[in-house]
């Protein structure tokens, strides 16, 4: 039993392996928070809450001015009866009115998991939930929490309904999770970026006031990713509390972290609240998505163990979660638009040679889009590039022996097409307003089940075939003139979230109609990375910026999250088509495969000594695949603080080793460094199958390895440890 209530106290125990979640029932009608952290096996209420008469916080109770719900650390806050924090929800009535007040009512503790209809949610066997419920009787809202728990990667995931009982209510707060901490003791860590610059680092202290990390794009976004930390001030990558929310969920979202006047954190996430709302109709239950909760005290590490664990068994599908990912050649940095059939065979030929798998064909296939001005929507071959079709190509690389993998940005639409010709009303938009242009494209509206029904079938055409083995599923701006000529007006502000609804339902039939096919997002690069589309599609292109040295931070920041295994990583050309910039093929390959591999350059104008080059890294990379994508994975050099990067990976028997370490600029009178690996075992000898030295464990953990000084610019070197017996 992992959800326990203890009658006498009023307590409900949730248990992962390693944490402990309380919740209190106070006064026989508030939810309480107690504790979150690290298990406790025996709990008596030694930090139970403590109440005081505070000015200026006002009180449900006239008798009892201590209790007050501004001061209570609470599990799901509301407006207007007390609360001046950040509240979780708020709702209009039919009045007008934004009060409401909802108290406990009653609990339920399920085997199961109950399942979430056309959202994306995490699954898994025999997932406990606790479901309490909510009542506000007066304005005829239920409300439940929802808490399941995944005991083995120490994560609980959260979310939220409503359900209108007796009138009409507006939903114009909705969020799925809220902790209260009494403590401020944190530094809050999230991370940013721009296209080509996904995913940097932000760590900076809590002082006062509420920090806000967020998306209003219709897109989780490459801005600001749907995932907040809050870690230990002390807390490191190995040691401290920490904290995580991460949303399953690939729209605009919300997190927020409020230090209050007492110096206690609130720390909440969910849908934007901003521009977006839900009319719920009497009996009606809207459902929020899910966001995973995990704690940790092992610092950083421990957080990211948790959740690699915890994406590789429950978020993504199960026929994928052991699959090693084929090696793949794109086309897109090597021909960009400009290609004919017969450039693209003279690339899979010399792809096949030096022993890649898959052949993607990206953007640029279908008639007319020989530029990004023109054709989204018209998912037809182009004739005059590849007469014989589609089929025609993909049977042609099939013979070869390799895999064929295709690209569509099935969400778009192009002015220059014959669909918007046809369908102007299909576009997101605003009527009488001008539509604004985003790499000259506009958005499908996908709250309209027509528009979401076309993609379905003009997709399902090509993939019928049964000649497609791969999908890039790319998404390439973001969602203005947030309006649909098919909602009604009373409707519009549902406009975004619908087209996430219509999204899922569609990635979810075509997943399901299809599932051989290999689907990885892309949203011109990591512009989608989360937990909502993982569920369905099972990799991600992590970034348009394929420069090794820009690489290695942000897959980096992105290993916080997500294993390798995710993580789509090519090699390309010199000079970097992103930065300029010119860096060793060896390099390039170093960092590349830490995550699945890929190459994204025009192999035909390679020599030989490169050709010669590559075809190693791929031999080496098929010995190491399955350490590097199902083994685990530990960050020794951090590239946002220092001149270096490292990393290492540890098979699951501890066997076998990969150790990757970058220095990004030479440097004068440099110190010889030593890299100390971790995860291994300290009683086991290991050999490094280069040099035949053998060390121990303990040794390359606890004493390292000597690094060379080597005077060169964006050097880098990678071992291979194998146990010796
Ligand atoms: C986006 C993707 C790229 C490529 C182009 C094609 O930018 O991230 O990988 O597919 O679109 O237009």
Not at 157 to 180: G, H, P, Q, W, Y
Request: aromatic letters at 12%; charged letters at 25%; proline letters at 3%.
């Amino acid at each position: 039993m992992n959800i326990v209530f203890e009658k006498e106290s009023q307590r409900f125990f949730i248990n992962t392996k390693n944490t402990t979640y309380i919740i209190e029932i106070v006064k026989n009608e508030f939810l309480a928070h107690l504790y979150w952290g690290k298990k406790i096996e025996n709990y008596f209420g030694s930090n139970k809450i403590m109440f005081r008469d505070r000015g200026f916080s006002p009180n449900i109770f006239k008798e009892d001015r201590t209790f007050s719900l501004d001061t209570l650390p609470q599990e799901y806050p509301q407006y207007g009866n007390g609360d001046f924090r950040p509240c979780a929800y708020h709702i209009i009535d039919k009045d007008n009115n934004t009060f409401s007040d909802l108290r406990y009512i009653s609990f339920e503790i399920l085997k199961e998991k109950p399942k979430l209809n056309g959202l994306p949610s995490s699954h898994g066997e025999k997932i406990e939930t606790l479901v309490l419920t909510l009542l506000d009787e007066i304005l005829g809202l239920e409300v439940k929490l929802y808490y399941s728990v995944f005991y083995d990667s120490d994560v609980i995931v959260r979310r939220t309904s409503f359900k209108a009982l007796k009138d009409e209510i507006i939903l114009d707060r909705m969020l799925s999770a809220n902790v209260d901490f009494r403590t401020d003791n944190f530094d809050l860590l999230s991370l940013y970026g721009a296209h080509n610059n996904d995913r940097n680092i932000d760590r900076r202290p809590l002082t006062s006031g509420t920090y806000v990390l967020e998306s209003t794009r219709g897109a989780s976004s490459m801005h600001q990713s749907p995932f907040i930390v809050l870690i230990d001030k002390e807390g490191t990558e190995n040691y401290g509390d920490v904290y995580a929310m991460q949303f399953i969920y690939s729209g605009s979202f919300y997190s927020a972290v409020h230090v209050d006047q007492y110096r206690n954190v609130r720390m909440q996430m969910g849908l934007q609240p901003f521009d977006n709302n839900w009319i719920l109709a009497k009996g009606e239950t809207f459902d929020t998505p899910e966001v995973v909760l995990a704690y940790s005290n092992s610092g950083l590490t421990g957080l990211s163990n948790q959740l690699h664990h915890f994406v590789r068994n429950h978020i993504i599908k199960e026929k994928w979660k052991n699959k090693a990912r084929p090696i793949l050649i794109n086309n897109w940095e090597a021909t960009y638009f400009n290609f004919t059939e017969e450039k693209l065979l003279a690339l899979a030929k010399e792809a096949k040679e030096i022993g890649i798998e898959l052949f993607v064909l990206d953007d640029g296939w279908f008639k007319n889009r020989n530029s990004d001005t023109s054709s989204l929507g018209d998912w037809e071959v182009d004739r005059n590039k590849l007469p014989n079709g589609i089929d025609g190509l993909a049977d042609k690389i099939h013979s070869m022996g390799l895999k064929f993998g295709i690209w569509f940005e099935p969400e778009m639409i192009n002015e220059d097409s014959e669909l918007y010709r046809s369908h102007p009303e299909y576009t997101i938009q605003i009527k009488n307003r001008n539509l604004i242009y985003g790499r000259g494209q506009f958005v499908l509206d996908l709250s309209n089940k027509e528009v979401c029904n076309f993609i379905i079938e003009s997709i399902s055409k090509i993939l019928d075939s049964q000649k497609i083995d791969y999908v890039k599923w790319d998404m390439n701006r973001h969602i203005t003139n947030a309006g649909s000529l098919f909602l009604n007006s009373k409707n519009q502000r549902e406009c975004t979230h619908r087209y996430m609804l219509g999204l899922y339902y569609i990635v979810e039939t075509l997943v399901e109609k299809y599932p051989d096919i290999l689907f990885e997002s892309c949203s011109s690069g990591g512009g989608r990375f989360d937990l909502g589309l993982l569920c369905y599609m099972p990799q991600t292109w992590a970034s348009d910026n394929t420069d090794a040295i820009c690489r290695s931070k942000i897959q980096y920041a992105t290993s916080l999250m997500y294993p390798s295994l995710v993580v789509g990583s090519h090699v390309s050309v010199c000079p970097n088509h992103q930065v300029g910039r010119i860096t060793p093929l060896e390099t390039r390959f170093n960092i590349a495969l830490c995550g699945n591999l890929g190459y994204e350059l025009d192999l035909t104008l390679l020599s030989n000594e490169e050709k010669s080059e590559i075809k190693n890294q791929i031999k080496f990379y098929k010995k190491v695949r399955d350490i590097v994508q199902f083994g685990d994975y530990y960050r020794l050099l951090n590239p946002f603080t220092t001149n270096e990067y490292a990393v290492n990976f540890v098979s699951k028997n501890k066997e076998e080793i990969i150790v990757v370490y970058l220095k990004v600029l030479s440097e004068p009178a440099a110190p010889f460094h030593i890299l100390k690996l971790k995860g291994l075992d300290e009683n086991s000898l290991y050999v490094d199958t280069v040099t035949n030295n053998v060390y121990s464990g303990a040794e390359l953990m606890y004493a390292g390895l000597s690094l060379e000084n080597v005077k060169q610019d964006f050097y880098s070197k990678k071992w291979y440890f194998k146990k010796f017996n």
